[in-house]
């Protein structure tokens, strides 16, 4: 698991993740879940694996390495602090016996101007954006829902380095009206 940022603003943040999966063998009912610290939440996964409503990531080929991305992201001021993401894939193997394995991750939560000496991993930010034009070129159904759009905010201060380094740029489709004016 890889993640974009080495931290995460406390406040409206953003961060993306890159779990890697590799083959794992004959296997049946292969999920994954991923549990979040309070404060912190997630959007459905961005690479268009099956997702239950509990949230359970479905893996339909566990003989393969595959991979997928989940964004996460703050909304209102949590503690700043480490957390722990806790990564788990569950199955049954061939004789039928459950299998839970875990992986915990690390989070640095941290106030905005503590942000300078943030580590990005550039191979995930490249991969989020190809993720996001592919999905946008072929439309994916999880990338246009806007229940998984973050709320639009227009700012007319300029972008700081770490926001044009990470930043996503989508598109944004006004439709205008005409408007009588008497």
């Keep these: 698991m890889r993640k ?7 406040h409206e943040g953003m961060n993306h ?5 590799h083959p794992i063998g ?3 009912n292969v ?5 979040l610290p309070p404060g912190l939440y997630r959007r459905r996964n961005l690479s268009s694996f099956f997702e239950d409503d509990a949230g359970e990531i479905v893996i339909y080929e566990p ?6 991305f989940i964004e996460i992201y703050t909304s209102e001021p949590v ?13 049954n193997d061939v004789n039928g016996d459950f299998i839970r394995l875990e992986h915990a991750v690390g989070m640095e939560i941290v106030e905005e101007d ?21 999905n946008e070129q072929n439309n994916n159904p999880y990338m246009n829902d806007s229940s998984l ?21 989508g598109h944004i489709k006004v439709e205008c009206c005409r408007l009588a004016v008497s």
């Excluded at 993740?17 to 999966?21: A, M, S, T």
Aim: include cysteine; charged fraction near 30%.
């Design 149 to 169: 759009s973050k709320p639009l905010i227009i700012d007319p201060e300029p972008c700081s380095d770490l926001e044009k380094k990470y930043r996503i740029d």
């Design 17 to 21: 993740l890159w779990i890697q999966l």
């Design 31 to 35: 999920r994954v879940q991923i549990k």
């Design 63 to 68: 003989n393969k390495t595959d991979a997928f």
């Design 114 to 134: 503590e942000m300078n000496d943030v580590c990005i991993d550039d191979e995930v930010v490249r991969l989020v954006k190809e993720l996001q034009l592919y």
């Design 79 to 91: 503690s700043c602090g480490s957390k722990t993401i806790v990564i788990s894939l569950s199955y």
């Design 26 to 28: 004959d296997a049946q």
């Design 4 to 10: 974009a940022k080495s931290k995460l603003e406390n």
